[in-house]
């Protein structure tokens, strides 16, 4: 699979909250470039970060549908073995400030929210950020893989 061959030597990632809705939506293309990353996890050749941001992301649609069964999922599925949700520290907070900061483009920054999660990529020493907000290919302080980018090369 392309994710594979293009993530083959990653050893820590991070994946942006829409990947974490693919994946758990099993919405396609998306969930079949997504799985063998899931895999790997599983067989302990990789390790996923988790943005506390992303976790409270995943959790404000089953919150407000009232949906326990998707609340425990999205738990169940940040609580398996090599997937790790990081808090946000000073040391995040300073560098996602770092990294807003620097990124006014076309008439607007970077949102706080992205940025936290981004600084906590960088400040967990991720290899990569997986995800599908195209903003990011201009990043420069860590490698981003678009999922779209992905599908169009399948």
Not at 61 to 85: H, K, M, Q, T
């Amino acid at each position: 699979m392309v994710t594979n061959l293009i993530l083959s030597g990653s050893r820590q990632l991070l994946l942006d909250t829409n990947a974490y809705i693919y994946f758990l939506s099993a919405l396609e293309p998306y969930f079949s470039l997504l799985l063998p990353l899931f895999q790997r996890v599983q067989k302990g050749e990789a390790a996923f970060i988790v943005s506390a941001i992303t976790e409270a992301e995943l959790l404000v649609r089953p919150y407000r549908d009232g949906n326990a069964a998707a609340v425990e999922r999205v738990g169940d599925l940040l609580s398996e073995n090599g997937i790790y949700v990081a808090g946000v520290d000073r040391r995040i907070g300073r560098r996602a400030a770092q990294l807003r900061a620097g990124s006014y483009t076309n008439g607007k920054r970077l949102a706080l929210a992205d940025a936290i999660i981004i600084a906590t990529a960088i400040e967990t020493e991720c290899e990569a950020i997986v995800g599908n907000d195209g903003e990011w290919r201009r990043l420069n302080d860590i490698r981003f893989v678009c999922l779209d980018d992905l599908a169009a090369a399948v």
